[in-house]
């Protein structure tokens, strides 16, 4: 799915994400929690890993010109797939599986490969450790690729998206003691949503792309299994 996110004053001083699918439009806060911005004004430049869009609040909503356009777009971001990491493969992978709540997110350039690239880094709260080791400290941040400085947004698609004040179960491979990436990108993400009968329950994370052989992917054991049931099922795949 492609999203464009406009500046919009008139709304509290809140970026409104822009979901494209066809020529739907809808409205969405989500993208706020997970890409803060410092900027309210001018031109919002959306960069996406299918290609480059720049747009702004009156040409956007002014014509419908550019969602024709991305229709081709949209088309080739939703035919990609993923190969299904298996829950194991996960576990094996990650030096830490925790519970863990996210506190605030700032997004900044930093040097990927040699490339300026736009990362969200997420502090989030350890509440309790899965399997592996437990972090150093009760606190660290989770790095995802993509968000939005100043004026200028970046998309990668598949990523984690971690939100604001909620709790989650995340897979995580650090790079210090106080930074991880989130293992598999939005695979090794799981929202903790409450029932009807408000039992926390794994929720797959909200930009979960389409995975090959899904049936044998984690994604497919963990959601909808209880917090106690999805404790036991991460602890029986760490070796």
Known sequence: M???????????GRFAGIFVSGLDIVPDDRLTQ?????????????????GLMQTSRRAFLAGTGALVAT??????????????????????????TVVATALDA??????????????????IRIEETLAGKRPAESEMEVRVLGGIVGDLGE?????????????AVAFLMPISPVLAYVTGAAQGH???????????RLRPSPHLPLLLRP????????????????RVLVRGAFK
């Not at 993923?82 to 829950?87: D, E, H, M, N, T």
């Open 155 to 167: 998309r990668v698609d598949g990523q984690a998206e971690l939100v604001l004040g909620e709790p």
């Open 190 to 200: 799981y929202r903790l949503l409450a029932d009807t009968q408000k039992l926390l």
């Open 215 to 230: 049936e044998e992917s984690a994604a497919a054991v963990l959601t909808g299994t209880t917090l106690d049931q999805a």
């Open 34 to 50: 997970a890409f803060p911005s410092s900027s309210e004004q001018g031109p919002v430049k959306v960069k996406t890993v299918e």
């Open 71 to 96: 229709a081709t777009l949209v088309r080739r971001a939703e035919a990609s797939l993923s190969r299904g990491l298996k829950l194991g493969e996960l576990v094996a992978q990650s030096a830490h």
């Open 106 to 123: 700032h997004s900044e350039w930093v040097l990927i490969g040699g490339k300026r690239r736009i990362v969200t880094d997420t502090r």
């Open 2 to 12: 492609f999203r464009v996110a406009l500046p919009a004053g008139q709304y509290g």
